[in-house]
């Protein structure tokens, strides 16, 4: 496991690659917010901002959703992933809105996670991105990197690494460090292809320092 001191490194080394790292899902509200990261599930943000665009036209409000039958809705979504659920979660949550939350996104954690299709990775998002409360959201990428750099361990659960970066990481740099995560894993060490020869955390990276090893490079 990393000491406080490499993972201070870690920290401000990925400050350094990726200072701007922020939410690629395109949205101009906590409404639409909440709808993107819903249908990122197991789909790209790419992927999703492809379908948005057009759905954020034809639906502004929680009502908008559930004045068309579900199999229009459906259509609209089609292209991503696990949509024909995803569409009876929207449905599911935008009626849950009107009757509990007048229509609006709740900003406790506590409570976006009662909505259809919310776990616990899509209330941080909306909680950090929507509304600025400090949180970390634990996706692929943020599992991926997390263990791979040692801060956490391979068998923990993601809400284990969850708490565990929550510990090690200042309160205050929680929400940014979920971005910069995501982005050096989306970037820079990729499932598949970890770009590990020039990679800066290589000589602090348990699973760097393997890879190159097999390569016969001495770290």
């Known amino acids: ?21 922020e939410c690629e899902l395109t949205h101009s509200n906590p409404f639409e917010l909440t ?3 819903l249908l990122s599930a197991q789909a790209t943000d790419a992927l999703v901002n492809k379908v948005t665009p057009s759905l954020f036209e034809k639906y502004k409000t929680p009502e908008d959703y559930l004045q068309v039958p579900l199999e229009e809705l459906e259509n609209d979504i089609k292209r991503i992933g696990l ?16 009757e509990n939350y007048n229509g609006e996104i709740p900003k406790e954690k506590s409570e976006l996670v009662k909505l259809a299709g919310v776990g616990r990775k ?13 949180a970390i959201a634990v996706d692929t990428h943020v599992d991926r990197v ?5 801060i956490c361990r391979w068998k923990d659960s993601v809400l284990e690494v969850e708490k565990t970066l929550m510990k090690k990481i200042p309160k205050e740099d929680w ?13 820079h060490c990729k499932a598949q292809s970890p770009n590990c ?3 800066p955390l290589v000589e602090v990276c348990r699973e760097g320092k393997k890879r ?8």
């Open 197 to 199: 020869p020039e990679c």
């Open 83 to 98: 949509f024909r659920s995803k569409a009876k979660h929207i449905k599911q949550l935008c009626q849950s809105l009107i």
């Open 146 to 150: 997390s263990k791979r750099l040692g």
């Open 1 to 21: 496991m990393q000491t406080k001191k490499n993972i201070e490194f870690i920290l401000n080394t990925m400050g350094e690659m990726f200072p701007d790292a």
């Open 212 to 219: 190159m090893k097999k390569r016969g490079v001495i770290v």
């Open 175 to 187: 929400s940014i460090t979920h971005h910069r995560f995501i982005f050096f894993g989306r970037y």
């Open 122 to 134: 899509t209330a941080n998002v909306v909680a950090s991105v929507a509304f600025g409360e400090p």
């Open 35 to 37: 709808i993107a990261v």
